[in-house]
């Protein structure tokens, strides 16, 4: 079993900057498509970014383009870098992973086989 936890949430102005971090207790196949998805009140959960960790191919949604980053740490850790946040930012934010070839449908929750517990993202105008 593989535990993934996250760290790096908080309350920011519009324009500022959070970074999360997820780290998985080990690395593998299993968990070599690492990304972020959020979900806010009322809505779906929806895939932030994505990074393949055995490529370092990276995807993100429309909406984080340009403002948002996700890197690779060491082999264990992945990074959401947001930038410029806006209101429309303000969800709880997850970390998930899946093994690598399902990289390609990363916007799909249901390819996701661990979870970490979510860090709150909360963006004030």
């Known amino acids: 079993q593989v535990q993934l936890v996250e760290s790096g949430g908080g309350s920011v102005q519009a324009g500022g900057s959070l970074r999360l971090s997820c780290t998985a207790s080990?690395?593998?196949?299993?968990?070599?498509?690492m990304a972020w998805l959020r979900q806010a009140p009322g809505k779906e959960r929806e895939g932030v970014a994505a990074?393949?960790?055995?490529?370092?191919?990276t995807d993100y949604a429309d909406s984080v383009k340009g403002r948002f980053t996700i890197s690779q740490g060491d082999e264990n850790t992945v990074y959401l870098q947001m930038n410029s946040l806006k209101s429309e930012d303000t969800a709880m934010y997850y970390c998930a992973a899946a093994p690598g070839g399902a990289c390609w449908s990363w916007r799909r929750r249901n390819v996701y086989n661990y979870w970490g517990q979510g860090t709150q993202v909360t963006v004030s105008s």
């Open positions: 990074i393949n960790t055995g490529g370092g191919s």
């Open positions: 080990r690395a593998s196949y299993s968990t070599s498509c």
